[in-house]
């Protein structure tokens, strides 16, 4: 992997909210835009390991703020997003990685009613909550950038992935919907899309399923966190101003449209 440039002034003055932010894409996402002259909030259900990161990039000499949600729940993420503006007294750019894979190699006729909820409720209903409450912070402003982590799966769909790929598919018109509606306000919404990457996320995937999903990557390797951050960093900056609605591909060539 070639060496990644920084810019170190590119978020400076902005606030920057990261969901899914204790480990895996959000906590290098987070990572870079600290890099990058942001102060950040860090969201994440898991409070141990929220508790852990935000020790390890306030050790880094960050200014970071840590929020214990869970975004399926609308009165937590309403709260949260608030108390993030009152204490920061801003948003100026929302990243949506918080996500599960759910069950995998498992066909529909076993894939349980619960699993498929679950997933989407995450997934799926928790982006549409981060969105709904990312853009009434911003929208007084007259400036956002906002990124919903889709999938490649959401464009494809992944046998045995039902759930997963449902709800990414639907991450996919919630980008393309929202955008629209804000396309005139200064705030853009857009999507990533990656294939496989390696995360603590997919430490539970069975070997099949992920041998499967390699082998549909053209570059014939796993995407790293670090070329989804910069990537990322990219698609909420200021310089991106004439793109919304959009999901970009980080797939190793996978993808097909």
Do not use: H, W
């Amino acid at each position: 992997m070639p060496q990644l440039m920084y810019f170190p002034d590119r978020f400076k003055g902005q606030v920057a909210l990261v969901t899914g932010g204790a480990d895996g894409l959000g906590k290098a996402i987070a990572q870079r835009l600290l890099a990058e002259g942001a102060s950040v909030a860090l969201f994440d259900r898991n409070a141990t390991l929220l508790d852990k990161t935000s020790d390890e990039l306030t050790a880094a000499g960050y200014l970071i703020r840590t929020y214990c949600v869970d975004i399926s729940q609308e009165p937590q993420v309403k709260v949260a997003v608030e108390q993030v503006v009152a204490d920061f007294g801003q948003l100026d750019v929302v990243v949506n990685s918080a996500g599960i894979v759910g069950p995998t190699s498992t066909n529909i006729t076993t894939y349980s009613t619960s699993d498929f909820e679950n997933v989407c409720a995450i997934n799926l209903l928790g982006s549409f909550l981060i969105t709904k409450y990312a853009v009434t912070a911003m929208a007084n402003r007259g400036y956002g950038r906002l990124l919903l982590m889709a999938s490649i799966a959401g464009k494809e769909g992944n046998p045995g992935m039902v759930g997963y790929s449902v709800s990414k598919a639907g991450v996919i018109g919630l980008v393309k919907a929202i955008a629209k509606e804000y396309a005139k306000s200064g705030i853009s919404i857009n999507g990533l899309a990656p294939a496989v990457i390696k995360t603590a996320m997919n430490d539970n995937t069975s070997a099949e399923q992920l041998a499967y999903m390699t082998a549909r990557i053209p570059m014939g390797r796993l995407g790293q966190v670090d070329e989804v951050a910069a990537m990322a960093c990219f698609i909420v900056s200021a310089e991106n101003s004439f793109s919304t609605g959009f999901i970009y591909d980080i797939s190793g060539g996978r993808a097909t449209y």
